[in-house]
């Protein structure tokens, strides 16, 4: 989803966006020079970026991954989720969708779910583990 980002208070400086899919916890991103919140992320991938993933101070609350680089937290594995184009993939919105040999895929935990449905509204999981991000898997 690309979302962009809260300026500094005052700030004349260009908006920037952002590309992430989020999972389950908290996902706050903030612009580059500006101060980030605490940000936890978890069930989350980070793809798709301009330069870094992530500003600021990064959680790893688990079962995460983050492409091209590791600049959320270097203990988050860095691998491509292989997503395919953005595009109706069935429900309200657009997804990335995921291949079944992505890493992504049946990638979460025991803990899974919340969340019970992916973005498009399909329950989780389709396999033996939920998919990371905001696109489950129908197998």
Not at 18 to 24: H, L, Q
Not at 56 to 63: A, D, I, K
């Amino acid at each position: 989803m690309n979302l962009p980002l809260p300026r500094a208070p005052h700030s004349n400086a260009p908006q920037e966006y952002r590309r992430f899919t989020p999972g389950v916890g908290s996902s706050t991103l903030a612009p580059s020079g500006n101060l980030a919140p605490v940000t936890t992320l978890k069930y989350t991938l980070i793809d798709h970026n301009l330069s870094e993933n992530c500003v600021g101070t990064v959680v790893n609350g688990g079962h995460n991954l983050q492409f091209s680089n590791n600049s959320c937290d270097s203990n988050i594995p860095v691998r491509s989720p292989m997503e395919q184009p953005l595009g109706f993939n069935g429900g309200p919105t657009k997804t990335m969708a995921l291949p079944a040999n992505s890493p992504a895929v049946d990638a979460g935990g025991s803990d899974c779910p919340p969340p019970y449905h992916d973005q498009r509204g399909v329950v989780r999981p389709q396999g033996p583990r939920c998919d990371l991000g905001a696109y489950e898997l129908i197998h």
